[in-house]
């Protein structure tokens, strides 16, 4: 049993308490790897927050408008326009009756990293919500937002004839 503690303590001295470079360039190799896949994921990620965040404040606009219109607030219908503007940003607006500046009570731009892909360029979208009932005034509307750096990205809000918003 001596000679065996013996023969381990001779291992442990010679043994070094230095990694070798090629453990080094394995170990930095691999956290490369981790991370940039990480960096990855993290855009991605970042992307759908982004529609997700634009979604939510779309529908929430949208159930404004229409309980604005079925609470009968200033005596008129409300209605919200989705636009997609040949030149300037992709906006959404809320309005009293119809749209037209004087009665744009607030306008909510998409910003840079979202874009409306229907309506599509240069058209628009309006849905004006009856007082009392709160249905709209068309029969079925459907906006659909998508990522613009990352078009597989996108999100869809649906309003029927009964004024129910799905998304």
């Known amino acids: 049993m001596e000679k065996f503690f013996r023969f381990f303590l001779k291992i442990k001295n010679y043994k070094s308490s230095a990694f070798t470079l090629a453990e080094l360039l394995i170990t930095m190799g ?45 005596g008129v219908a409300w209605g919200i326009r989705w636009e997609n503007p040949l030149a300037g940003e992709d906006f959404y607006a809320l309005f009293k009756e119809t749209y037209a500046s004087t009665n744009t009570v607030e306008i909510i731009k998409l910003g840079n990293a979202i874009e409306f892909t229907d309506p599509s360029a240069s058209n628009y979208y309006d849905v004006i919500f009856q007082r009392v009932t709160g249905n709209p005034d068309v029969t079925s509307t459907t906006i659909t937002i998508t990522s613009r750096a990352d078009a597989s990205i996108t999100k869809t809000i649906t309003i029927n004839s009964l004024g129910q918003i799905n998304y």
């Open 30 to 74: 691999i956290l490369v790897v981790i991370a940039s896949t990480g960096f990855v994921y993290l855009g991605g990620y970042r992307r759908t927050a982004e529609i997700d965040s634009a979604l939510q404040k779309m529908v929430s606009f949208t159930r404004e408008a229409q309980m604005r219109a079925k609470t009968g607030q200033d």
